[in-house]
């Protein structure tokens, strides 16, 4: 959880705020604590998007959907504010790490926890079934593994079991990976969606690797309609169930009854001590202001009413405007230095820019949006608060604290094993779709990482033979009320095979570096219009390494398939992390 900053509320309604849990498209999520002492999550929905019926809808839905739900695998609702702005609704909090998190920490899951899992989440489904409730979208980032148990968060997109049908065509609610190929394909929701979308998240939690691999949106999604879910290395009856559960044909797939049945479970998830250890994962939360005040979550003073300036004073230019705290009528959500920018903004069609898919969405009560999966900053997140799919606003923590210059360059020390490959499919290859080896070491900030690598002479091509454009930007940054603080990035290009110092051609073997470097870069460096940071290999890129710098060579110098690895970079030239992969195929 991040502290408030100066144009966050004191209160909203009657509760006090104590931190912020996390930020998304449609809100902000914020830990408060009930005039009774109950710690809730409170989520507020943006102004900026405020006036856009889907949104609104959908935010309406999401509370009655919580309200009716009234189970032990749910967060129950607390408080809500959903006729008069700012429109906000608060579910209690419940702690713990994200199964996200947790396998991002801990790594991939024991067969038994998988199968404890795998029985309690099942229960889950038919317990929120049994009510006439689809959940729509079920992944790792939203199941908080508390001491009482899993829980389902995020009911922004869940419908009504009679609602198996979008009201957009063509856009698909849920995540890439976790989507099932009927809802993909034909708009059809559910239960069995849900199933499949089981299936995936406990193949994630067996495997630690996402279910049907990782890259472009697209290419995702079309392994999940086409190709067999991954699970080599799992238990083989574990496996099988998983497999079932993924099945293409959603009358194939078990019921939820059938699935408890088959996991044999003998004993309590929650006294496992495997499960057990993954509570110090999570954060502790503050249980009332002061103690979020001592603890740097809460500015002294903060919310306290600012005396009205003498006839003497000037009024413009004077310091910061203090916010009042939300009470009764309307009070925003923007700090009012933005309200003008924000009312332009809200003509513009292009700030809702498909807020409607669920990468943007911030869960009911996800701490953290994150993208495709892999892993989400520690998996520190809390419920009622994590995705496109959201997502801590950047700031100097997130940035590892990178306020001033970065370094120059970064070390090549250290031995990388991510490769990139061409996709076997022939309809993939024909658009460039290939597969990384490894999940990444670190979530990116923001709602959806994108990245890219093509011919920079010919784009349409899914081959290079020549310069190569990289491209990168967080996108919905625009969104942001300011500019995020810096968050740098330096991106590595490697061949396939070493390369030999003396020949600049491959040596044959495989190359275990992190490549040919650029020279980091503010990924927010065109913030204001969510535009790509765009470098050219072979131009921006270089290797540095003890002390001695090597040129970086042709692409044509080694065919096959390069790796385009994207750093994120902290404090010095060896203090770096992994947050995507991406690649090409030359020749």
Request: proline share 8%; glycine share 12%; hydrophobic share 40%.
């Amino acid at each position: 959880m991040d502290a408030l900053k100066p144009q966050d509320p004191a209160h909203i309604g009657a509760h006090t705020l104590l931190a912020r849990l996390g930020a998304g498209g449609m809100g902000q999520v914020y830990l408060g604590r009930s005039p009774g002492g109950l710690l809730v999550a409170l989520k507020v929905i943006r102004d900026e998007i405020i006036e856009h019926p889907e949104a609104l809808a959908r935010f309406r839905r999401e509370a009655e959907t919580v309200r009716a739900v009234r189970s032990a695998y749910t967060a129950n609702l607390i408080d809500a504010s959903l006729d008069t702005v700012p429109l906000w609704l608060a579910t209690e909090y419940v702690a713990g790490p994200t199964l996200s998190g947790a396998v991002a920490g801990r790594g991939a899951f024991p067969a038994e926890a998988c199968q404890g899992l795998f029985a309690a989440l099942a229960e889950a489904l038919a317990s929120v079934h049994a009510y006439g409730v689809t959940h729509r979208d079920l992944k790792p980032q939203n199941i908080i593994l508390s001491e009482r148990g899993p829980q389902l968060i995020d009911f922004g997109i869940a419908r009504g079991a009679e609602h198996t049908a979008l009201t957009r065509t063509g856009v698909a609610p849920g995540t890439p990976g976790f989507t099932a190929p009927e809802v993909l394909m034909r708009n059809e929701v559910g239960a069995a969606a849900d199933v499949f979308a089981l299936g995936a998240t406990l193949a994630y939690a067996a495997t630690g690797r996402p279910p049907f691999g990782s890259g472009p949106m697209d290419a995702v999604s079309y392994r999940a309609v086409h190709e067999p879910i991954d699970v080599d290395g799992v238990e083989p009856a574990l496996a099988a169930l998983i497999t079932e559960c993924a099945a293409k044909e959603p009358a194939d797939r078990p019921e939820p009854a059938e699935i408890i049945r088959r996991c044999r479970v003998t004993a309590t998830l929650t006294g496992s001590p495997f499960y057990v250890g993954l509570a110090e994962l999570g954060s502790a939360a503050p249980r009332d202001l002061p103690t979020a005040v001592a603890a740097g979550l809460v500015p002294q003073g903060h919310g306290a009413p600012t005396p009205a300036p003498t006839p003497a004073q000037p009024t413009v230019g004077a310091g910061p405007v203090q916010r009042p705290t939300v009470g009764a009528g309307y009070v925003p959500t923007l700090a009012p230095d933005v309200q003008a920018v924000a009312a332009r903004g809200r003509s513009r069609r292009g700030l809702w820019l498909g807020l409607g898919t669920a990468t943007l969405v911030a869960g009911l009560a996800t701490a953290l949006v994150v993208q495709l999966l892999p892993g989400d900053e520690g998996g520190k997140g809390t419920e009622a608060g994590k995705g496109g799919g959201t997502s801590k606003t950047p700031s100097d923590k997130a940035s590892g604290g990178a306020t001033g210059k970065p370094p120059a360059y970064i070390e090549n020390d250290r031995i990388n094993r991510d490769f990139w490959t061409l996709s076997e499919n022939e309809m993939q290859a024909s658009h460039g779709v290939g597969q990384c080896s490894q999940i990444s070491e670190e979530r990116a900030p923001g709602a959806d990482l994108q990245v890219g690598a093509t011919d920079a002479d010919d784009p349409g091509s899914a081959t290079v033979s020549g310069r190569v454009k990289i491209q990168m930007r967080i996108k919905y940054a625009e969104l942001e009320q300011k500019k995020p603080g810096p968050y740098y990035v330096s991106v590595g290009v490697k061949p396939e095979h070493d390369i030999d110092i003396e020949t600049g051609r491959s040596s044959g073997s495989e190359n275990k570096t992190i490549g040919y470097t650029s020279k980091p870069v503010d990924i927010y460096k065109y913030w204001k219009t969510g535009g790509w940071v765009e470098l050219t290999y072979p131009d921006d890129f270089e290797s540095h390494a003890a002390g001695k710098v090597w040129p970086s060579i042709p692409v044509e110098n080694d065919p096959g398939d390069w790796t385009v690895l994207f750093y994120h970079v902290k404090g010095s030239p060896t203090d770096y992390a992994s947050i995507s992969c991406h690649g090409f195929r030359v020749g």
